[in-house]
């Protein structure tokens, strides 16, 4: 045995004794799986033959050390790899199949791809069986791997250690926040902060104005409170304008602002609905026309928070659900003649939410309807597919969507954000 060394080189693949840990499969290359390799964008001006992924330029340039030496003969230099036959005897490559043994799999290795960076062999193999990509491994490991994947905004971060970093949805963002209220508008509020938003709030009431913005403030956003009456032409301006002279400008508009009318159509003040039309429909155009050069510059978004009564309506609730259809309609009008200018303008339609603003009274609506609270609530989550109420949280992120560049090709939609109870026809 102490000369077995010696010999190891002059014995054939057959001659050769067993070694431990020894690999009898023949050598191949590092390579993705077929949809990772195709997973990136070809551009003629970036992208160029690579050599094979493990570091081997081509088969003929590998050595006859090592490996090589172990496994078999040396492919001779400039000697062809004779190709294998089917078994009506035509040629892999006029089959119109990738031809197999060495040469096909390194011909396939040296496909042009578009590579968007680097990192070692562990981290990226690592992040690529996290994302559940399928990776054929070489030993030993090549000592930098690089990996092609659909990286198409700069918002989206480059694959480095064991995941692919995105960054918030509203990262830098200035949204305007009209109504923010107790639920839904708060929630709204926290939610847009968490995302990276620098906000400005606006409502009737200073001292709530003043807790949101704490809250906000803690979660590290940059932030103000503007009390505003949005049913005053003027105060809808100057709402709009301290978010200029604050910030610089504008990427966001959110209209939640409302006035809720209860009552009968017979029996009700009009002048009672037109107070809530003030608010609720004439109050969001003042904000839009306002912020539309602003967002024009920006290229920025508006979401009208709708509700569910404009498709389902309720009993009572006429003065309250009929601004809001109107609100819907404006929308759609809107996105037709502002997509030109860049700017988008989209409605979320809100259901019944699990919030502070449903809890309150809710005993008091039982009671009307002859029914415990918990006979209520299990008759509300019935008719909810779902089988429960979004909580105000849930449905606050749909208005995020809608701000965010994810929703950059979404205009004019009535979104539906009610648990499923009810669907666009």
Request: glycine share 12%; aromatic share 4%; net charge positive.
């Amino acid at each position: 045995m102490e000369h077995l060394g010696d010999q190891a080189g002059q014995l054939s693949a057959r001659q050769r004794p067993h070694v431990p840990g020894a690999r009898s499969r023949p050598h191949r290359p590092l390579s993705l799986c077929g949809r990772v390799q195709c997973a990136g964008q070809h551009d003629a001006a970036r992208t160029r033959a690579r050599p094979p992924l493990c570091g081997h330029r081509d088969a003929q340039a590998r050595t006859g050390r090592g490996r090589d030496r172990r496994q078999g003969p040396r492919i001779p230099r400039r000697q062809s790899v004779p190709r294998r036959r089917r078994a009506d005897g035509r040629s892999a490559a006029a089959a119109g199949r990738q031809p197999q043994g060495r040469a096909g799999r390194f011909e396939r290795a040296c496909r042009p791809r578009l590579f968007l960076d680097r990192g070692s062999a562990r981290s990226v193999g690592g992040a690529l069986c996290a994302a559940g990509q399928g990776v054929r491994r070489c030993r030993p490991r090549p000592r930098q791997l690089r990996v092609a994947l659909p990286v198409h905004h700069s918002g989206h971060r480059y694959l480095y250690g064991s995941a692919v970093k995105v960054g918030p949805l509203l990262d830098g963002k200035v949204v305007v926040i009209s109504g923010v209220g107790p639920g839904m508008g708060q929630q709204l509020a926290k939610l847009c902060a968490e995302q990276g938003a620098k906000l400005v709030l606006g409502a009737r009431s200073a001292e709530f104005l003043n807790k949101v913005l704490a809250e906000v403030q803690a979660l590290g956003a940059e932030a103000i409170a503007v009390p505003t009456d949005v049913a005053d032409v003027a105060a809808c301006k100057a709402l709009i304008q301290a978010a200029v002279d604050r910030f610089g400008g504008i990427d966001g508009l959110v209209n939640s602002a409302y006035r809720h009318e209860v009552g009968l159509f017979a029996e009700s003040d009009l002048q009672a609905w037109r107070k809530a039309f003030d608010v609720t429909f004439w109050g969001a155009l003042e904000l839009i026309q306002a912020a539309i050069p602003h967002l024009e510059k920006s290229k920025g978004a508006v979401v009208n928070v709708s509700t569910l009564s404009t498709r389902i309506p309720t009993v009572g609730l006429g003065g309250y659900g009929i601004p809001k259809a109107a609100l819907d309609m404006a929308t759609r009008q809107l996105a037709t003649e502002l997509g030109g200018r860049g700017i988008r303008l989209n409605g979320t339609l809100m259901g019944w939410m699990d919030g502070e603003p449903m809890r309150h009274g809710f005993d008091d609506r039982a009671k009307a309807r002859g029914k415990t609270p918990e006979q209520w609530n299990a008759e509300l989550n019935a008719m909810i597919p779902i089988g429960r109420m979004p909580t105000d949280e849930e449905c606050a992120r749909s208005v995020v969507f809608c701000l965010s560049e994810w929703a950059a090709p979404v205009t004019g939609a009535l979104l539906m954000v009610n648990g499923g109870q009810y669907t666009n026809p």
